[in-house]
T-cell receptor, first 113, second 112 residues
Framework: AQSVSQHNHHVILSEAASLELGCNYS??????LFWYVQYPGQHLQLLLK??????LVKGIKGFEAEFIKSKFSFNLRKPSVQWSDTAEYFC???????????FGTGTQLKVEL | DGGITQSPKYLFRKEGQNVTLSCEQN?????MYWYRQDPGQGLRLIYY???????QKGDIAEGYSVSREKKESFPLTVTSAQKNPTAFYLC???????????FGQGTRLTVV
């Protein structure tokens, strides 16, 4: 069965610090990978996605993620965070054929001024 | 406007009663999903459906049931067999496996 692990549950950073959130999945076949963000009181929204091609994908608001197939990882990065990035971040995987969309446990990011 | 509508936003029920949460989408999406969101546990998949009249159990299906009689609708019933039903429930849909999932605003169920 597929699963998604997010290692950092709570992260606190100062503005302008760099961010990297870990995500590992367990599934041996073709996968589609996603990062979603949930700002306080708002719906989940898509940050970026990977399903083929260049393993380095860029999303909205300066976020990017790198798919490393050998490590089953899809880590999220941002060079310089802002206070407005305070939110909960979820990694998700959808298996290529089965359409089962599984989320990780989420990472609460707090950015301090 | 296209989107997913969940109703009601808040729901209170007495212990031992079944309750059905509504989810409707007008995005013409084939796949629909039900998740439960609890603090520190992320979104856990309850059931999902890839096409009409077909659905599969997710990771925490015990105590829940669903139906998919129409493409637009995917109601979730929380039965009295669910031991800890108080939670925030999210419905989502996707067009295909590599496209963005769209979410409803959620239903907060409280069982007293």
């Amino acid at each position: 069965a597929q699963s998604v692990s997010q290692h950092n549950h709570h992260v606190i950073l100062s503005e302008a610090a760099s961010l990297e959130l870990g995500c590992n999945y367990s599934y041996g076949g073709t996968v589609n990978l996603f990062w979603y963000v949930q700002y306080p009181g708002q719906h989940l929204q898509l940050l970026l996605k990977y399903f083929s091609g260049d393993p380095l994908v860029k999303g909205i608001k300066g976020f990017e993620a790198e798919f490393i197939k050998s490590k089953f990882s899809f880590n999220l990065r941002k060079p310089s965070v802002q206070w407005s990035d305070t939110a909960e971040y979820f990694c998700a995987v959808n298996t290529g054929g089965g359409n089962k969309l599984t989320f990780g446990t989420g990472t609460q990011l707090k950015v301090e001024l | 406007d296209g989107g997913i509508t969940q109703s009601p936003k808040y729901l209170f029920r007495k212990e031992g009663q079944n309750v059905t949460l509504s989810c409707e989408q007008n995005l013409n999406h084939d796949a629909m999903y039900w998740y439960r969101q609890d603090p520190g546990q992320g979104l856990r998949l309850i059931y999902y459906s890839q096409i009409v009249n077909d659905f599969q159990k997710g990771d925490i299906a015990e105590g829940y049931s669903v139906s998919r009689e129409k493409k637009e609708s995917f109601p979730l019933t929380v039965t009295s067999a669910q031991k800890n039903p108080t939670a925030f429930y999210l419905c989502a849909s996707t067009y295909s496996g590599n496209t963005e999932a769209f979410f409803g605003q959620g239903t907060r169920l409280t069982v007293v």
